[in-house]
């Protein structure tokens, strides 16, 4: 994994908050945001109702399943990196191919992977109640986990540190203090 130096003066950072189900992504996507005011995307509300459907019924995604809701993500940041904004997405990001659709969204794009015990992830997953992803997903999840390569920008941070703590972790990497805030925050 390669450390984030600004690509270039003036380039947005676009923070992509990946992992397998239960890593906390949504609740370390938030520090993030508290912190820097950042724009932020859910990436589970842009999956088409189908795919909610599909996972909910406990059938993994397939490819050609995620392709269209990689591409809308990727559109998202694109928009905002017209922009100059900077941005927070949560997203499984699984796949190398995926990561790379999701970079296509701006040069600035910087992968935070969230990982953490097995035990723990699953334990996570069934105390979330109303969440569509069944527990018995995580194992689907875990085998089509591609770790970030060296040459992918990006930092591992393990969950079992508390949500604050790996916002810190993740500030500390991007050498931008907390309260720098450059938007307005934008929830969608």
């Known amino acids: 994994m390669t450390p984030l130096p600004d690509p270039a003066p003036g380039v947005p950072v676009h923070l992509v908050v990946m992992g397998v189900s239960g890593t906390g992504k949504t609740t370390i996507a938030g520090a993030l945001r508290d912190l820097l005011g950042w724009q932020f995307a859910e990436g589970d ?57 999701l970079r296509r969204g701006g040069e600035g794009t910087f992968f935070v992977h969230l990982v953490g015990d097995k035990g ?42 508390p949500p604050e703590r790996v916002a810190r972790m993740v500030l500390a990497q991007l050498d931008v203090p907390a309260g720098n805030v450059q938007t307005p925050s934008e929830e969608l």
């Open 45 to 101: 509300s842009y999956h088409p109702p189908e795919n909610v459907t599909k996972m909910a019924r406990g059938r993994p995604l397939m490819d050609e399943d995620r392709w269209p809701w990689l591409e809308t993500l990727c559109q998202w940041t694109a928009e905002r990196d017209a922009e100059g904004l900077p941005t927070i997405l949560t997203c499984s990001a699984l796949k190398r191919s995926y990561r790379d659709v």
């Open 120 to 161: 723990l992830l699953l334990e996570r997953m069934q105390h979330r109640p109303g969440h569509f992803m069944p527990p018995t997903l995580l194992e689907s999840q875990l085998d089509t986990l591609q770790d970030l390569g060296p040459d992918e920008r990006g930092m591992l941070v393990d969950v079992a540190n």
